[in-house]
């Protein structure tokens, strides 16, 4: 079958990747109220087009971080990016550059900053979660300048971690094993099994060498590093962070217009509008119900940008009419990495970018960044 969209790259990774990968890549926190809100409220969201206005030529083109990009898009920090390929951060960054689309590497990534830096010879992005050890902490963001990475992303939405179920369910662990359990599950995933659990080093990579990475008898490494994350950050690391870092940061899993002002008065240059993808806090809101009143709060003091639950271009669309810049995209491209590695990122990245062209020609409309809320209708 032909894969057309972003449901179709779902199935073929699910179809490639053993049960307790492929969950911990799909599943959120607890009830997965949120998780399920990030997608039903984008479909309670209806557009307004406009008609016999020549849409001969379109622009999906945005200016973020005094740069143009080609899309709005940007790929997501996904810890653990590794799971779904073989060196997963390496084929994402890869396909990113040569697409001009921001990549953000996860604290929590197989590959480690300098790896991707050395494979991809194209800047990306760096998010950042704060360790109890502030010298690994500082270590992480001067690792990220001195790799020339563009932008940090602090995400400041992880104090501590949400359960998963399902994870803890599938027995889930890093590096992954094979238990009695899951062996018949493992089996029947040969090639993951080959390529990935047998071909490459399962590992935090930015902690090889440093207390948080030691490995550990007594608990998972995964375990050991949740543990080690520092619940007392405030906002007074974002100043010790700007301090420190020179290029914009991001403070990514806002959810309130308060926290919004209170990025801006402390240094930061943008806000992500995100629930980490329902993977956190469970009940929060939708990204895509909080973004409004975020982007009042955030004026032109701050960008905005989105993620959570885009799986369509009318996805982005709709919340780059309700005020967001770009969006970032976790799911979408981890399906298509798991499912066929870098051409599977790029199909997806095609796929969504093919059906923002589309939306924007029928509602009427000619320049992305030129949207405005009179194109949405709320059902
Ligand atoms: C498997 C997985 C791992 C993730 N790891 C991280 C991470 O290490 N750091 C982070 O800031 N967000 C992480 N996220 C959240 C994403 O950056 C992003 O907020 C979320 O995936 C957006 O929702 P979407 O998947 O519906 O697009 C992760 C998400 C997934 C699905």
């Not at 995209?329 to 990122?345: K, P, S, T």
Request: proline share 4%; charged share 20%; net charge positive.
């Amino acid at each position: 079958m032909n894969t057309v969209n972003i449901a179709d790259l779902r199935r073929a990774a699910q179809r490639r990747l053993p049960r307790a990968i492929f969950e911990f890549i799909d599943g959120g926190s607890y009830d997965e109220v949120t998780l399920r809100a990030n997608r039903a409220d984008f479909e309670n969201l209806t557009f307004a087009p406009r008609v016999l206005r020549d849409v001969s030529k379109r622009d999906l083109s945005i200016e973020l971080f005094g740069e143009r990009l080609p899309l709005p898009l940007v790929l997501a920090p996904i810890g653990l990016c590794g799971l779904a390929a073989p060196r997963g951060e390496i084929l994402a960054a890869r396909v990113a550059a040569a697409r001009g689309l921001p990549f953000c590497l996860s604290t929590a990534a197989v590959c480690s900053i300098e790896e991707v830096a050395k494979a991809t010879g194209a800047p990306f992005w760096f998010q950042l979660y704060v360790m109890r050890d502030r010298g690994i902490t500082r270590s992480l963001i001067e690792r990220a300048q001195a790799a020339d990475c563009k932008v940090l992303v602090f995400t400041v939405d992880l104090p501590v971690t949400g359960q998963r179920d399902r994870d803890q369910h599938n027995g889930f662990t890093v590096p992954p094993k094979i238990t009695f359990a899951n062996a018949f599950d493992m089996l029947r995933r040969p090639g993951w099994l080959r390529e990935v659990l047998l071909g490459t080093r399962l590992t935090f990579g930015n902690f090889a060498g440093t207390s948080a990475g030691v490995e550990s008898n007594l608990m998972s490494l995964a375990q050991h590093i949740a543990r080690n994350m520092d619940s007392s950050i405030s906002w007074r690391d974002i100043e010790w962070a700007r301090s420190i870092w020179k290029g914009p940061i991001v403070l990514k899993g806002i959810l309130s217009p308060a926290d919004a002002r209170l990025a801006a008065e402390h240094g930061a240059d943008a806000v992500v509008v995100s629930n980490h993808g329902g993977r956190q806090l469970d009940g929060a809101p939708s990204s895509i119900s909080a973004l409004p009143a975020i982007v009042d709060a955030a004026g032109d003091r701050l960008s905005v940008l989105f993620d959570g639950g885009i799986r369509r271009g009318q996805d982005a669309v709709k919340a780059i009419a309700l005020g967001a810049r770009a969006c970032l995209i976790g799911r979408a491209f981890m399906y298509g990495l798991a499912a066929q590695g870098e051409a599977g990122v790029t199909r997806a990245i095609d796929i969504l970018a093919a059906e923002m062209d589309t939306t924007l020609a029928l509602l009427g409309r000619t320049s992305i960044s030129a949207l405005d809320r009179s194109s949405i209708q709320v059902r």
